[in-house]
T-cell receptor
Framework: DAGVTQSPTHLIKTRGQQVTLRCSPK?????VSWYQQALGQGPQFIFQ???????QRGNFPDRFSGHQFPNYSSELNVNALLLGDSALYLC?????????????FGPGTRLTVT | KQEVTQIPAALSVPEGENLVLNCSFT??????LQWFRQDPGKGLTSLLL?????REQTSGRLNASLDKSSGRSTLYIAASQPGDSATYLC??????????FGRGTSLIVHP
Protein backbone atom coordinates (compact mmCIF):
# COMPACT_ATOMS: atom_id res chain seq x y z
CA ASP A 1 0.00 0.00 0.00
CA ALA A 2 1.63 3.20 -1.19
CA GLY A 3 1.63 6.05 1.25
CA VAL A 4 1.34 9.71 0.34
CA THR A 5 3.60 10.61 -2.55
CA GLN A 6 4.74 14.04 -3.70
CA SER A 7 6.59 15.31 -6.73
CA PRO A 8 9.03 16.73 -7.42
CA THR A 9 11.38 16.20 -4.48
CA HIS A 10 13.29 19.41 -5.03
CA LEU A 11 12.65 22.46 -7.16
CA ILE A 12 14.55 25.67 -7.84
CA LYS A 13 12.67 28.62 -9.29
CA THR A 14 13.34 32.28 -9.94
CA ARG A 15 11.41 35.09 -8.29
CA GLY A 16 8.26 35.92 -10.27
CA GLN A 17 7.88 32.47 -11.79
CA GLN A 18 5.04 30.04 -11.21
CA VAL A 19 5.30 26.53 -9.76
CA THR A 20 3.06 23.46 -9.55
CA LEU A 21 3.52 20.78 -6.91
CA ARG A 22 1.75 17.42 -6.98
CA CYS A 23 0.42 15.02 -4.37
CA SER A 24 -1.14 11.58 -4.48
CA PRO A 25 -2.99 10.57 -1.31
CA LYS A 26 -2.70 7.32 0.57
CA UNK A 27 -4.92 4.57 -0.82
CA UNK A 28 -8.45 4.90 0.57
CA UNK A 29 -8.07 8.58 1.44
CA UNK A 30 -10.14 11.29 -0.19
CA UNK A 31 -9.05 14.48 1.61
CA VAL A 32 -5.83 16.32 0.87
CA SER A 33 -4.29 19.17 2.87
CA TRP A 34 -1.30 21.31 1.95
CA TYR A 35 1.18 22.88 4.38
CA GLN A 36 4.15 25.22 4.11
CA GLN A 37 7.03 24.65 6.51
CA ALA A 38 9.76 27.27 6.77
CA LEU A 39 13.08 26.30 8.32
CA GLY A 40 12.81 25.89 12.08
CA GLN A 41 9.04 26.38 12.10
CA GLY A 42 6.05 24.10 12.38
CA PRO A 43 3.95 23.44 9.26
CA GLN A 44 1.46 26.20 8.38
CA PHE A 45 -1.89 25.12 6.93
CA ILE A 46 -2.49 26.41 3.38
CA PHE A 47 -5.76 24.72 2.38
CA GLN A 48 -7.67 21.46 2.30
CA UNK A 49 -9.50 19.78 -0.58
CA UNK A 50 -12.37 17.32 -0.38
CA UNK A 51 -14.72 16.26 -3.18
CA UNK A 52 -12.72 18.49 -5.54
CA UNK A 53 -13.62 21.60 -3.55
CA UNK A 54 -11.48 23.83 -1.36
CA UNK A 55 -12.92 23.14 2.08
CA GLN A 56 -10.77 25.18 4.45
CA ARG A 57 -8.11 27.81 3.86
CA GLY A 58 -5.39 29.17 6.09
CA ASN A 59 -3.91 32.66 6.04
CA PHE A 60 -2.25 32.53 2.62
CA PRO A 61 -2.66 34.97 -0.30
CA ASP A 62 -4.52 34.18 -3.50
CA ARG A 63 -1.18 33.49 -5.20
CA PHE A 64 -1.58 30.06 -3.62
CA SER A 65 -4.23 28.00 -5.36
CA GLY A 66 -5.01 24.35 -5.67
CA HIS A 67 -6.98 21.67 -7.36
CA GLN A 68 -8.20 18.18 -6.57
CA PHE A 69 -8.84 15.65 -9.30
CA PRO A 70 -11.52 12.91 -9.41
CA ASN A 71 -8.88 10.34 -8.36
CA TYR A 72 -8.28 12.47 -5.20
CA SER A 73 -4.79 13.56 -6.23
CA SER A 74 -4.07 17.24 -5.82
CA GLU A 75 -1.94 20.10 -7.09
CA LEU A 76 -0.66 23.20 -5.36
CA ASN A 77 0.06 26.19 -7.59
CA VAL A 78 1.99 29.23 -6.50
CA ASN A 79 2.13 32.29 -8.80
CA ALA A 80 4.49 35.25 -8.77
CA LEU A 81 7.00 33.51 -6.52
CA LEU A 82 8.69 35.50 -3.77
CA LEU A 83 11.93 34.72 -2.00
CA GLY A 84 9.83 34.11 1.13
CA ASP A 85 8.03 31.24 -0.57
CA SER A 86 11.17 29.12 -0.17
CA ALA A 87 10.12 26.30 2.13
CA LEU A 88 9.27 22.62 2.44
CA TYR A 89 5.77 22.02 1.07
CA LEU A 90 3.99 19.12 2.67
CA CYS A 91 0.91 17.27 1.57
CA UNK A 92 -1.22 15.26 3.99
CA UNK A 93 -4.14 12.95 3.31
CA UNK A 94 -6.94 11.63 5.49
CA UNK A 95 -9.96 9.40 5.01
CA UNK A 96 -13.56 10.08 4.11
CA UNK A 97 -13.47 13.81 4.69
CA UNK A 98 -14.03 13.38 8.41
CA UNK A 99 -12.19 15.91 10.55
CA UNK A 100 -11.36 13.39 13.24
CA UNK A 101 -9.36 11.13 10.99
CA UNK A 102 -5.59 10.78 11.27
CA UNK A 103 -3.42 12.70 8.81
CA UNK A 104 -0.66 10.97 6.88
CA PHE A 105 2.09 13.12 5.38
CA GLY A 106 4.18 12.79 2.26
CA PRO A 107 7.95 13.36 2.11
CA GLY A 108 7.53 16.97 0.96
CA THR A 109 8.81 19.13 -1.89
CA ARG A 110 11.70 21.46 -1.12
CA LEU A 111 11.15 24.70 -3.05
CA THR A 112 13.97 27.20 -3.36
CA VAL A 113 13.24 30.60 -4.88
CA THR A 114 16.29 32.59 -6.02
CA LYS B 1 -7.51 31.32 16.72
CA GLN B 2 -5.75 28.20 17.96
CA GLU B 3 -2.19 28.64 19.23
CA VAL B 4 0.03 25.68 20.03
CA THR B 5 3.19 25.91 22.14
CA GLN B 6 5.75 23.19 22.66
CA ILE B 7 8.20 23.08 25.53
CA PRO B 8 11.12 22.59 25.61
CA ALA B 9 12.26 23.84 22.21
CA ALA B 10 15.32 21.61 22.37
CA LEU B 11 16.47 18.70 24.50
CA SER B 12 19.73 16.76 24.64
CA VAL B 13 19.85 13.64 26.81
CA PRO B 14 21.96 10.52 27.27
CA GLU B 15 20.64 7.23 26.01
CA GLY B 16 18.27 5.40 28.35
CA GLU B 17 16.55 8.41 29.89
CA ASN B 18 12.77 8.71 30.13
CA LEU B 19 11.53 11.92 28.51
CA VAL B 20 8.47 14.16 28.68
CA LEU B 21 7.64 16.56 25.86
CA ASN B 22 4.93 19.13 26.41
CA CYS B 23 2.30 20.62 24.12
CA SER B 24 -0.19 23.29 25.16
CA PHE B 25 -3.07 24.74 23.15
CA THR B 26 -5.36 27.72 23.67
CA UNK B 27 -8.63 26.48 22.13
CA UNK B 28 -9.83 23.42 24.04
CA UNK B 29 -12.59 22.69 21.48
CA UNK B 30 -10.37 20.20 19.68
CA UNK B 31 -11.63 17.00 18.11
CA UNK B 32 -8.24 15.29 18.25
CA LEU B 33 -4.54 15.88 18.90
CA GLN B 34 -1.81 14.25 16.89
CA TRP B 35 1.90 13.80 17.64
CA PHE B 36 4.41 13.56 14.81
CA ARG B 37 8.09 12.89 14.35
CA GLN B 38 10.13 14.71 11.69
CA ASP B 39 13.67 13.85 10.64
CA PRO B 40 15.74 16.68 9.12
CA GLY B 41 14.44 17.74 5.70
CA LYS B 42 11.85 14.98 5.66
CA GLY B 43 8.08 14.68 5.93
CA LEU B 44 6.13 14.01 9.12
CA THR B 45 5.56 10.56 10.53
CA SER B 46 2.44 10.11 12.65
CA LEU B 47 3.22 8.70 16.10
CA LEU B 48 -0.04 8.88 18.03
CA LEU B 49 -3.54 10.28 17.53
CA UNK B 50 -5.71 11.00 20.56
CA UNK B 51 -9.41 11.61 19.95
CA UNK B 52 -11.08 14.29 22.05
CA UNK B 53 -12.96 11.63 24.04
CA UNK B 54 -9.75 9.81 24.98
CA ARG B 55 -7.25 10.57 27.74
CA GLU B 56 -4.22 8.73 26.38
CA GLN B 57 -2.75 6.54 23.66
CA THR B 58 0.21 4.17 23.76
CA SER B 59 2.45 2.76 21.07
CA GLY B 60 5.52 0.81 22.13
CA ARG B 61 7.78 3.09 24.18
CA LEU B 62 5.57 6.10 23.47
CA ASN B 63 2.63 7.30 25.54
CA ALA B 64 0.64 10.45 24.87
CA SER B 65 -1.90 11.97 27.24
CA LEU B 66 -4.53 14.63 26.66
CA ASP B 67 -6.15 17.00 29.17
CA LYS B 68 -8.57 19.20 27.24
CA SER B 69 -9.68 21.18 30.26
CA SER B 70 -6.15 22.44 30.91
CA GLY B 71 -5.22 22.63 27.21
CA ARG B 72 -2.27 20.25 27.54
CA SER B 73 -0.85 17.11 26.03
CA THR B 74 2.34 15.29 26.93
CA LEU B 75 4.38 12.78 24.98
CA TYR B 76 6.31 10.38 27.17
CA ILE B 77 9.25 8.49 25.64
CA ALA B 78 10.55 5.60 27.70
CA ALA B 79 14.16 4.38 27.61
CA SER B 80 15.27 6.81 24.90
CA GLN B 81 17.58 5.61 22.11
CA PRO B 82 19.83 7.48 19.63
CA GLY B 83 17.35 6.55 16.89
CA ASP B 84 14.74 8.68 18.68
CA SER B 85 16.70 11.80 17.72
CA ALA B 86 14.35 13.97 15.65
CA THR B 87 11.95 16.91 15.97
CA TYR B 88 8.65 16.09 17.63
CA LEU B 89 5.58 18.12 16.65
CA CYS B 90 2.06 18.23 18.00
CA UNK B 91 -0.99 19.40 16.04
CA UNK B 92 -4.29 20.49 17.58
CA UNK B 93 -7.16 21.64 15.35
CA UNK B 94 -9.28 24.32 17.01
CA UNK B 95 -12.92 25.21 16.51
CA UNK B 96 -12.28 26.17 12.90
CA UNK B 97 -10.99 22.64 12.22
CA UNK B 98 -7.77 24.09 10.82
CA UNK B 99 -4.85 21.96 12.09
CA UNK B 100 -2.40 24.11 14.03
CA PHE B 101 1.13 22.91 14.72
CA GLY B 102 3.60 23.88 17.38
CA ARG B 103 7.20 24.70 16.44
CA GLY B 104 8.35 21.37 17.75
CA THR B 105 10.84 20.00 20.25
CA SER B 106 14.23 19.10 18.78
CA LEU B 107 15.49 15.99 20.55
CA ILE B 108 19.04 14.63 20.53
CA VAL B 109 19.74 11.35 22.29
CA HIS B 110 23.46 10.70 22.53
CA PRO B 111 25.04 7.30 23.15
Amino acid sequence: DAGVTQSPTHLIKTRGQQVTLRCSPKSGHDTVSWYQQALGQGPQFIFQYYEEEERQRGNFPDRFSGHQFPNYSSELNVNALLLGDSALYLCASSAKGRQSYEQYFGPGTRLTVT
Amino acid sequence: KQEVTQIPAALSVPEGENLVLNCSFTDSAIYNLQWFRQDPGKGLTSLLLIQSSQREQTSGRLNASLDKSSGRSTLYIAASQPGDSATYLCAAPGGSYIPTFGRGTSLIVHP
